[in-house]
């Protein structure tokens, strides 16, 4: 079996989704697979505020909200701010994303035998010849980050950004937090014994919001006289159920997470 395999397929369909790609966009395609967002990174603040200055002049023509990069990474496109996720948490997933991968370059070299190979079968629209001249150049420049091509940003206006592939399953969730939050407060009841994904999914809202934990169901039910509780979705995979909590008294921004007692 070919141990290319994998990265062949995401190519050939990286292409048929965009035609009109170039040599340097199948190198960014490969250098974030390889690298993710490291090369991004300067501060969350920074990061946050550029988001929003991108969003508010989108104009991405794509339809897919994400995009599976060959590893461990995704592109997600910011039109999913559209879904309700805010700007501030899908720079936390970006920001929380970049870190040093120590053998992103031995990865990226073979992706590139693959397209290497892919072009000899005739199954991307470059030549060997112009494609050794890129990686040469690219490579005597330590194959640094790079934008894409100007054709590709004229055709298809991407605007989008690199996180780790772990944080995917949880973005439906997070976007309806985010819609909860811009004028209530949220509280996430755990329904049933925990498992694998319920942890995972803990683990990540303390890494995004400021949360608290309780253990006790009914007693902070009973304490809440003042508050209206709307259900606004069950999540089967991480057996919990997200509320809406409207308060005469104000708004608590504070993520609450209830475990049911064992």
């Not at 910011?78 to 990865?107: C, Q």
């Not at 693959?114 to 000899?120: D, F, M, N, R, S």
């Not at 054709?151 to 991407?158: A, G, N, T």
Request: net charge neutral; glycine share 2%.
């Amino acid at each position: 079996m070919d141990k290319n395999s994998k990265t062949k397929n995401l190519l050939i369909k990286h292409y048929k989704k965009y035609p009109e790609l170039q040599i340097q966009d199948i190198f960014k395609f490969l250098f974030q697979s390889s690298f993710g967002c490291e090369h991004m990174i300067s501060s969350l603040d920074f990061v946050t505020d550029y988001i929003i200055k991108e969003a508010s002049a989108i104009e991405q023509k794509n339809a897919d909200l994400v995009e599976k990069l060959d590893g461990k990474y995704s592109r997600v496109h910011l039109l999913y701010l559209k879904k309700g996720l805010s700007p501030y948490t899908l720079g936390k997933l970006f920001y929380a994303s970049a870190k040093k991968e120590v053998n992103g370059l031995e990865k990226l070299k073979n992706q590139l035998l693959a397209v290497e190979e892919l072009i000899h079968d005739g199954l991307l629209p470059f030549s060997i010849k112009d494609f050794k001249t890129a990686v040469n150049e690219w490579s005597h420049k330590g194959y640094p980050a790079i934008h894409h091509s100007k054709i590709f940003r004229d055709e298809y206006s991407p605007s989008y950004r690199v996180i780790a592939s772990r944080y995917i399953p949880f973005l439906p969730l997070l976007s309806d937090i985010d819609k909860i939050q811009v004028n209530s407060s949220a509280l996430i009841i755990i329904n049933d014994d925990i498992n694998k994904e319920t942890n995972t999914m803990i683990e990540t809202l303390f890494e995004i919001y400021d949360c608290k934990i309780i253990n006790i169901v009914d007693n902070y039910m009973n304490q809440q006289n003042n508050h209206t509780q709307t259900l606004i979705n069950y999540y089967s995979k991480f057996k919990c159920s997200l509320f809406s909590i409207e308060s005469s008294i104000s708004k608590n921004e504070t993520l609450t997470i209830i475990k049911q007692p064992d």
